[in-house]
């Protein structure tokens, strides 16, 4: 069509046109007279301009971010790490701009998956094509960003149908399937890049999930938690639900088959005791056994169960805010949870239970392998038993955690699979230790002689090497050893707490004779200890579980070998029950001082034949017993472990949960492994966690020459405090500032020095001034003051 131009002045339109034949018929054209208020002129948008870009101008990328502007710092840290750490090509893009150069403008979730497929058809060899793709930004059902407070910072893939749990869904699977006729999600469409989501909203969320992500993978988060895997299984509601926990029970076997390194813990619901409460039915010593894992550490937690938006199981034995109190910032496993709809992160108007595990700022975990809608139990039964075999490398493939999902994916065919959504970083491995530890020697005896068997009061001395993936010495590995020495195997049965007349025999592997440390000098250790009393006498096969790190690197080994049973008629006497010294959050704490509604009791051990953390016997666990509470006590045997290279020393650290404000008196008993008994107690004052608290301010020495201490006591430990002191002469004039950041175990703190010198680092005179003492917190903001004098002397 062309604009015609009028050619006269008058009311007449007046225009010439000039016509033709085309194969000898007369041709035809068609006039329309517009009035130009009856038609839409675009409106050109402010800001409406597009920069100078070149996505296309990206090439062999190994490691691809895509989130928005505003998380791009944040991202970038992830991708820097895995350019330094993993020799990556990485590439960090602003989604707008896969928009502008991939959709025409338009935000569209293909534009995305078509921006992948450049990066992966163009690469300059089949090595180099893109192999991680990391979404860094929370999802959302409304691509059109008409809900308030939405939160599509990357959309996800999402189904057609929207109104049935069971056949929706959302994914990122999507963006990795590259084949010419793949796209539609079909059953026979296979992932070729790894993807992984990070569903973070704001900045604050996206720096402590990359905090996260790189602590995992860094040297604080060495331990022999690595060595821990935890399963755990909801009850059966109707008896068609057996298969959960039965289920369950095949997959620890064939972890425990095929990699025996591993130690599991088995948390199956049915095997508690049920109670009946206002709100129904509930286990709280599952809910306490699930706290007890993750702050103790484990590797990897995997749920097979019921479950939804708000936590597992119609009995709750997992809820938000118990998810919201974890602290193990250094633990942090990869959660497994073959459930309903756990995360079902497109609701923007819903945080779900799956999210908060993700963005617990003070642990949770670090990444999830999860669910968003409702999975039917068939498929998440056959979905969990083929998840780790990939996951835990059956096979010794080398996948990521990302990469084992995929392939498990791509061998599975029920649309379900789309359900299943990874939370993380596509490129972390789960961090298995590799090597070998072995035991050389029993009681200087080499094991490939005989090996002595472990009778109760008998004193065992153990040596060992450290070995590479070629069981040969390694003689440059100097660091620590953790050992844990297992009794037998302990027959257990499930409760039939719902009286279907049905129940499962399992055992467990979870009585520990020995937990301690040992130096590691050249790759040989050395260790010793004491056997309890209180094994049990039956002569049978326990186990020996290694891990050993270097600061570096980590390594991990087991033993069955070693037989345990009998006693030693002959041990030395000893009637002298353990030494007991109790704190609170530190051991500065002081009798019937301050502490925070969460502190971690301290308990310091001391018995020349060390202490009993044997589970066979009845009433000899280490027991916290709070505000006379005879009940409930806390056994505390998993908590205990040596100081290094001395068995007859060690520590209990356990993490009160929740406690009221005010006086709370705690009475703790101990027994060694002759079984004699110690007591003691301790007094200890809440204060409320709503704010921050500061009590006995001051300054040490006062009055003080050249120099002094400030010390005071708050109610934020573990927490990271930005101090201010502002000193004043009495008149008002400020005289000296000084900025400190302090993060304590305990409540007490004490860093922060001065030698009194001024601002301009002038010698200030003799005299009483004012100081102000000023906390603010770095993560509520929460702050207090406190003002005190201070004297100089010259």
């Not at 969320?205 to 299984?233: H, M, P, Q």
């Not at 035991?439 to 080499?446: P, Q, S």
Request: glycine share 6%; net charge negative.
């Amino acid at each position: 069509p062309k604009i015609i131009t009028n050619q006269s002045d008058s009311n007449d339109f007046i225009f010439n046109a000039q016509g033709g034949l085309e194969n000898g018929n007369a041709t035809l054209s068609e006039y329309v007279v517009l009035n130009e208020s009856d038609f839409y002129k675009p409106i050109l948008l402010k800001n409406s301009k597009i920069a100078n870009q070149n996505l296309h101008a990206l090439k062999d990328i190994d490691y691809l971010v895509i989130t928005q502007n505003n998380l791009i710092n944040q991202a970038a840290r992830l991708a820097d790490f895995h350019k330094q750490a993993d020799n990556f090509s990485t590439a960090v893009v602003d989604v707008q701009q896969i928009y502008n150069e991939f959709g025409s403008g338009s935000p569209d979730v293909t534009s995305i998956r078509d921006f992948v497929r450049f990066l992966y058809t163009s690469a300059s060899s089949v090595d180099k094509k893109i192999k991680f793709v990391c979404l860094f930004g929370d999802t959302s059902f409304d691509y059109k960003d008409r809900i308030t407070n939405n939160n599509n910072i990357v959309p996800a893939f999402e189904s057609l149908e929207s109104f049935n749990l069971a056949t929706s869904y959302v994914t990122d699977d999507y963006f990795g399937m590259m084949d010419d006729n793949e796209g539609t999600l079909s059953f026979f469409d296979k992932q070729d890049v790894a993807t992984g989501r990070y569903p973070v909203t704001t900045i604050q969320e996206a720096k402590a999930a990359v905090d996260k992500t790189l602590n995992y993978i860094g040297k604080t988060a060495f331990g022999d938690w690595r060595n821990s895997i935890t399963v755990v299984a909801d009850d059966p509601d109707v008896a068609s639900e057996f298969v959960l926990q039965e289920t369950v029970e095949r997959i620890s076997d064939n972890i425990s088959l095929n990699k025996p390194v591993f130690n599991i813990k088995k948390i199956y619901a049915d095997a508690y005791k049920q109670q009946t409460s206002a709100g129904g039915e509930r286990f709280p010593d599952v809910n306490e056994a699930i706290n007890t894992a993750i702050e103790n550490g484990t590797l990897v937690i995997d749920y097979y169960g019921h479950g939804g938006e708000d936590g597992w199981a119609k009995e709750r034995i997992l809820e938000v805010p118990q998810i919201q109190a974890w602290y193990n910032p250094n633990t942090l496993p990869l959660f497994i949870t073959v459930t309903c709809e756990f995360a079902k992160l497109d609701n923007p108007l819903r945080v779900t239970a799956g999210e908060f595990v993700f963005n617990n700022i003070q642990g949770g975990a670090t990444s999830l392998i999860t669910t968003t809608r409702e999975i039917f139990i068939s498929v998440g039964q056959a979905f969990n038993e083929n998840l780790v075999t990939k996951l835990f490398s059956f096979n010794d493939e080398d996948y990521t955690i990302s990469q084992a999902l995929m392939a498990m994916k791509n061998d599975f065919t029920s649309s379900q699979r789309l359900f299943v959504y990874y939370f993380g970083d596509p490129a972390m491995k789960l961090a298995q230790a590799k090597g070998n530890i072995k035991i050389t020697k029993m009681n200087d005896v080499l094991v490939s002689q005989a090996i002595d068997t472990l009778k109760a009061l008998s004193h065992v001395t153990f040596e060992g090497i450290i070995t590479d993936k070629n069981n040969q010495l390694q003689s440059d590995f100097n660091g620590t050893l953790s050992a844990t020495i297992y009794d037998k195997a302990i027959d257990k049965i499930t409760l039939d707490n719902n009286n279907f007349g049905r129940t499962l025999s399992f055992d467990a592997i979870e009585s520990k004779i020995y937990r301690g440390r040992a130096t590691v000098k050249n790759g040989i250790f050395k260790f010793d200890f004491i056997v309890p009393k209180d094994i049990r006498i039956a002569l049978g096969k326990g186990k020996m579980s290694f891990y050993a790190d270097n600061g570096i690197f980590d390594r991990a080994g087991y033993n069955f070998d070693v037989n345990i049973g009998g006693i030693n008629e002959n041990a030395m006497a000893d009637n002298q029950g353990p030494q007991v010294s109790l704190f609170m959050n530190d051991e500065s704490f002081l009798d019937g001082g301050n502490t925070n509604q969460s502190p971690i009791l301290i308990a310091s051990l001391q018995d020349e034949s060390g202490i009993n953390t044997s589970i066979t016997a009845v009433d000899h666990d280490l027991i916290a017993i709070l505000d006379d509470n005879q009940a409930n006590p806390l056994i505390l045997n998993d908590f205990y472990q040596t100081e290094l290279d001395d068995f007859k020393k060690g520590k209990v650290r356990f993490q009160l949960r929740n406690l009221t404000p005010g006086t709370h008196q705690l009475k703790f008993k101990a027994w060694d492994t002759y079984n004699n008994l110690s007591e003691a107690s301790l007094s200890f004052n809440v204060v409320t966690d709503n704010g921050i608290t500061l009590n006995h301010v001051l300054n040490y020495p006062n009055p003080f020459v050249n120099y002094t201490e400030f010390w005071f006591e708050h109610n934020r430990p573990n927490e990271a405090l930005n101090v201010q002191i502002q000193i004043f002469t009495i008149s008002g004039k400020l005289v000296k500032t000084i900025n400190s950041s302090v993060q304590t175990t305990g409540t007490l703190s004490r860093e922060i020095t001065w030698n009194g010198l001024d601002d301009f680092g002038a010698k200030i005179g003799k005299g009483v001034y004012i100081y102000k003492l000023k906390v603010v917190s770095t993560l509520t903001h929460d702050q207090a003051e406190k003002i005190e004098k201070i004297v100089i002397l010259r």
